[in-house]
């Protein structure tokens, strides 16, 4: 099978945008830019979770048997083989930042489209653009690398030292684990790449478990 790479390429939708903006080892972060109005299918992904961080707008997220709004910085787990639909009710549309883990973007079942493509694979290369220059890329975290500009959010990429350095985050920071992770003492997983968390709750978890050496976030405020 042909692995298809995304970092310099816009993926057209007919409901907008997306592309590549984050990945490594573990994870891929992509930006997604929704129309007014407009929807992404109704979908799911078998084997791999998803995470949703708004950066801009108001979204609608439906599920098979309930429907949320969100707003900037609202932020939601979609656990694999979950079927959604994000829909853009903003004027201007809206900014979402997504997270999956694993990544793969075959792994897609369409259950209905407004737009036809039920039952569709991925888009293939023909729905692609080069990138230009309001594509933004996350560094890794060397040097202290300045925030960058999304939507109505910040978003740098930290490598802190100590778990002191992140406490006194307010609930409305999302902190989304890059690498490592907080585990306890004997080395269980609480959290680890691909997970979001708000700055409150990781305060809570980082007092009584540790931070793995090594570990990365990449923290999205306003």
């Known amino acids: 099978m042909t692995v298809r790479h995304y970092k310099d390429v816009i993926v057209k939708k007919p409901w907008g945008n997306e ?57 939601i787990h979609i656990f694999r083989a979950r079927f959604h639909s994000t829909q853009a009710l903003s004027k201007n549309g809206a900014i979402v930042l997504e997270i999956e883990t694993p990544e793969d973007k075959t792994d897609l079942v369409r259950l209905h489209d407004e737009y036809g493509r039920q039952g569709k694979e991925y888009e293939g290369s023909n729905f692609e653009i080069p990138k230009h220059g309001d594509c933004i890329w996350i560094p890794e975290p060397i040097n202290n690398s300045s925030a960058i500009n999304i939507g109505e959010c910040r978003v740098s990429h930290i490598s802190p030292k100590s778990k002191e350095e992140l406490y006194g985050a307010s609930e409305k920071d999302c902190f989304i684990v890059a690498r490592g992770g907080i585990v306890t003492s004997s080395y269980q997983k609480i959290i680890w790449p691909g997970d979001v968390i708000d700055g409150v709750s990781l305060e809570k978890l980082l007092k009584p478990f540790e931070l793995v050496v090594g570990t990365t976030f990449i923290k999205v405020t306003t």
């Not at 929704?34 to 998803?50: A, G, L, M, R, Y």
């Open 19 to 75: 592309y590549l903006c984050y990945q490594n080892e573990e994870l891929a972060i992509w930006i997604l830019q929704i129309d007014q109005d407009e929807k992404t299918s109704f979908h799911c992904h078998p084997n791999k979770n998803t995470g949703f961080i708004v950066l801009k707008g108001e979204v609608e997220l439906s599920f098979m048997r309930h429907s949320l709004r969100m707003s900037t910085l609202d932020k």
